[in-house]
Each structure stands twice: as C-alpha cells, then as structure tokens.
C-alpha cells in the first residue's frame, strides 16, 4: 500500500473531539492493526486534538493530518502562531496530553518554524495475527 494522505478539518471545540477519534479509529481499522494498536491510535487522536485546541481560539479550526504507510500511521496538527494555553489548567491539560501522547505512541515531537508550532505522533502498526484455527 502507497502512503494515503487524509486531511480532518474540525471546529476548534472539545465537543468535537470524539469525532477526531473514530475518524482515526475508522482509518487504522481498515489496516488490519490490532486491538491495542487501535485503542492507542484512538486515544492519541483525541489527545492530540485537545492539545491543538487549548492553543486555538474557539472560533477557528483544527486541522490534522493523517498518514497511513503499510506499517504505520503519523498525526500531524499546526499549532496557531501567537496562540499558547496561559491558564494553570491549560497548562496542566498540555502536559497530560504530553504524558499520554508519549506513552500510546513511538515518535512525539513538538516543533517550531517560521510558521508556528507543529505537534507530530507516529504509531507503529503490528499486523494483525492470523486465526490459528484456519
């Protein structure tokens, strides 16, 4: 399978958080992963999408970015430029996120360019094992 480039547009409210993550589950589903590497897929999803929302204003989007290769699935999301969570519970919620995006994925990184920051995830994808009774 050639890498498929899947781009989510959602409003940038927490209510819209399960929607980022069975669109993620959705995705990896059809890749024939396992149980735990879908649960963790999905778990990072959303993760990811609060992050990008306590650094948005409610009235813009997030976008992210899905890249799905044979063996694994990558999350991208562009943090607002001059955007940041200042409130002791935002920052609180960040570093959860940190915690657990660190934890369910193999590949965290938060970087900063001209543009902003950009939060990216990698998942590495076991195959599913075949049915030992076929």
């Given at each position: 399978?050639?890498?498929?480039?899947?781009?989510?547009?959602?409003?940038?409210?927490?209510?819209?958080?399960?929607?980022?993550?069975?669109?993620?589950?959705?995705?990896?589903?059809?890749?024939?992963?396992?149980?735990?590497d879908?649960?963790?897929?999905?778990?990072?999803?959303?993760?990811?999408?609060?992050?990008?929302c306590?650094?948005?204003?409610?009235?813009?989007?997030?976008?992210?970015?899905f890249?799905?290769?044979?063996?694994?699935?990558?999350m991208?999301?562009?943090?607002?430029?001059?955007q940041r969570?200042?409130?002791?519970?935002?920052?609180?919620?960040?570093?959860?996120?940190?915690?657990?995006?660190?934890?369910?994925?193999?590949h965290?990184?938060?970087?900063?360019?001209?543009?902003?920051?950009?939060?990216?995830?990698?998942?590495?994808?076991?195959p599913?094992?075949?049915?030992?009774?076929?």
């Amino acid at each position: 399978m050639s890498a498929d480039r899947i781009t989510l547009c959602v409003p940038s409210r927490a209510e819209y958080a399960k929607a980022v993550r069975m669109t993620a589950s959705a995705l990896v589903s059809r890749m024939g992963a396992t149980y735990d590497d879908l649960d963790d897929v999905r778990i990072a999803a959303e993760e990811l999408f609060v992050y990008a929302c306590d650094h948005a204003d409610d009235d813009s989007e997030v976008t992210i970015e899905f890249v799905l290769d044979d063996e694994m699935v990558h999350m991208a999301v562009r943090l607002p430029q001059g955007q940041r969570a200042t409130d002791e519970d935002a920052e609180r919620r960040a570093a959860y996120a940190t915690f657990i995006l660190q934890s369910v994925c193999d590949h965290y990184e938060l970087s900063s360019d001209l543009e902003g920051q950009y939060l990216k995830i990698t998942k590495h994808l076991a195959p599913e094992p075949a049915d030992a009774g076929s």
